[in-house]
């Protein structure tokens, strides 16, 4: 079986995309398919048309320069435009027999172009409605211009194409309900992690923790980027609460974002500077040193679209670790997370109801071992890379013998 994935991005850039794609690709791989990867002009500016990336190939599309590039809606366009060009051109030097496009839709738009002139099925996969991120980064408004534009493409495509697959059943919900696209073309590959590349330590590096004047402390830490949607603010002002209950309590956050001076003002607002402690960005390779640090790791992730429909990632990530794990009860958490059996929630928006788990899950240490052992089973049977990407062969499978999806 050969597929052609077409993408917007790849690594090296890091991001949960590049991270999900090299798993699917390596996965597949160790199926026996042959997987071959095209970026759009988004990847930007490229050494080489085609380019190898921790034993995967990649081929490159030109980026986008000019007037053309700078320009909102053409650009657009002119992106489709040598994407699918792009596309055909693969095409014929790797013969696949299926186009796999990924989110965003500009990326399936170019994929059934490219099918046009060579008889060939396409499968879309949506990770996420764009245009419910783009509100969230400020780059669009809900339900303005933009926003319908971007709806209107993501439908289209998902209508167009022979196959369905999304991350989560919040996407394929609405897919169903709001978009009339009929349940039987949708199939649900959920994010997974490589459990092998995630061990339970048992004891956090003291140089580090003494660094960050942890010694003694029980942490509560966020790792990730700092966009608004994440709730991070909410988190801070959680804090006074659980210091008036338990002063020992230290707050980490690693990262970096849009929110970063907003959220370091707040600590200064409400004078926890001792209490709340910023990292910065952190090398992926160092960032192990950081989750051995945390006791209890939050995403406490604010309700909208986005939050509702697609589930994360990082709880997973933190489980696979035996990590405690507390979140909001939005939507893309309640599809991971069952509270007191492999994780906790909270009432999504309060910090109140957050600052009460907190103190209830830090007076109740009795129950850690059962829940963490609880979240990590939870990984190794649901949510691993193999059982996950499994679930494409049936997807192909259909496509490749002429039935129905």
């Given at each position: 079986m050969r597929i052609l994935h077409i993408l917007d991005h790849s690594i090296p850039l890091h991001s949960g995309?590049?991270?999900?794609?090299r798993a699917i690709l390596q996965h597949q791989r160790a199926l026996g398919w042959e997987t071959f990867h095209l970026t759009s002009p988004k990847q930007g500016k490229v050494s080489a048309a085609v380019e190898e990336v921790d034993n995967l190939v990649f081929h490159r599309s030109p980026p986008l320069g000019g007037w053309i590039g700078a320009m909102p809606i053409v650009n657009q366009f002119a992106l489709v435009s040598v994407l699918a060009r792009r596309a055909r051109e693969v095409i014929a030097e790797v013969?696949?027999?299926i186009l796999h496009a990924h989110s965003p839709s500009l990326n399936g738009l170019a994929a059934l172009s490219a099918a046009r002139s060579c008889g060939l099925p396409v499968v879309y996969e949506v990770r996420a409605f764009w245009e419910d991120a783009a509100v969230d980064h400020g780059t669009s408004s809900e339900w303005g211009v933009r926003y319908r534009l971007t709806r209107a493409s993501e439908t289209w495509v998902l209508r167009r194409a022979s196959a369905v697959t999304t991350i989560c059943e919040g996407l394929r919900r609405e897919m169903i309900d709001q978009r009339g696209i009929p349940a039987e073309k949708i199939t649900v590959i959920p994010n997974a992690v490589d459990i092998e590349a995630f061990k339970v330590r048992e004891c956090a590096d003291p140089a580090l923790r003494a660094a960050l004047g942890l010694v003694g402390k029980r942490v509560v830490g966020f790792i990730g980027s700092f966009y608004a949607y994440e709730g991070l603010e909410l988190l801070i002002r959680s804090m006074p609460a659980v210091l008036a209950h338990?002063?020992?309590?230290?707050?980490?956050?690693?990262?970096g974002g849009p929110q970063e001076s907003a959220l370091k003002a707040l600590v200064r607002e409400l004078a926890l500077e001792n209490c709340v402690q910023?990292?910065?960005r952190v090398p992926h390779?160092?960032?192990?040193?950081?989750?051995?640090?945390?006791?209890?790791?939050?995403y406490p992730r604010l309700k909208m679209r986005l939050t509702d429909l697609v589930t994360p990632l990082k709880p997973l990530e933190a489980m696979a670790q035996e990590k405690l794990v507390i979140a909001s009860d939005v939507g893309g958490h309640r599809?991971?997370?069952?509270?007191?059996?492999?994780?906790?929630?909270?009432?999504?928006?309060?910090?109140?109801?957050?600052?009460?788990k907190v103190i209830e899950v830090f007076s109740s240490q009795e129950q850690w071992q059962r829940i963490r052992t609880a979240g990590r089973k939870f990984v190794e049977c649901e949510r691993n890379w193999a059982a996950s990407v499994s679930r494409y062969d049936g997807v192909y499978r259909k496509l490749l013998t002429g039935h129905p999806v």
């Open positions: 995309y590049t991270f999900r794609t013969r696949p027999d338990d002063p020992d309590v230290r707050l980490l956050l690693v990262g910023f990292t910065g390779a160092e960032v192990q040193r950081y989750y051995d640090l945390v006791d209890l790791l939050a599809e991971l997370i069952r509270d007191g059996e492999n994780g906790f929630l909270f009432a999504q928006g309060s910090a109140e109801s957050l600052a009460r």
